[in-house]
């Protein structure tokens, strides 16, 4: 059974950076892609990035445009972590971020919205201030 663990929120002030990590387990971390979404209140969950295994080794990153340039997706295989940093941090971006997991098969299709995904964290706050 495959389990996702998240850490690395806070409360930061405007234009500062946070790295949130993904930690996995219970299955071959390696093919499995990654997404990490946020929620803020009042407001739908939404896709922030992901990194989608496309065979071999390669994997692809992908981002919604409000955090593209701001925001990098990273994996590490062999600590079984996928990482979400963030900076230059706005007041906006104050949600809960979780990540997800999905055994999708190699490709580039990429994959946006949360019923994709099978596996889920339990969420982190990340909270900006102005």
């Known amino acids: 059974q495959v389990q996702l663990v998240e850490s690395g929120g806070g409360l930061v002030q405007a234009g500062a950076s946070l790295r949130l990590s993904c930690a996995a387990s219970g299955r071959t971390f390696i093919t499995y892609s990654i997404g990490w979404f946020r929620q803020a209140p009042g407001k739908e969950r939404e896709f922030v990035a992901g990194?989608?295994?496309?065979?071999?080794?390669?994997?692809?990153?992908y981002y919604a445009d409000s955090v593209k340039g701001r925001f990098t997706i990273s994996r590490d295989n062999a600590k079984d972590t996928a990482y979400l940093q963030m900076n230059s941090l706005k007041p906006e971006d104050t949600a809960v971020y979780s990540c997800?997991?999905?055994?999708?098969?190699?490709?580039?299709?990429?994959?946006?919205?949360?019923?994709?995904?099978?596996?889920w964290g339990q969420g982190t706050q990340v909270t900006v201030s102005s």
């Open positions: 997800a997991g999905g055994g999708f098969p190699a490709g580039r299709t990429y994959y946006y919205r949360p019923d994709e995904y099978d596996v």
């Open positions: 990194i989608r295994w496309s065979g071999g080794i390669t994997y692809y990153a």
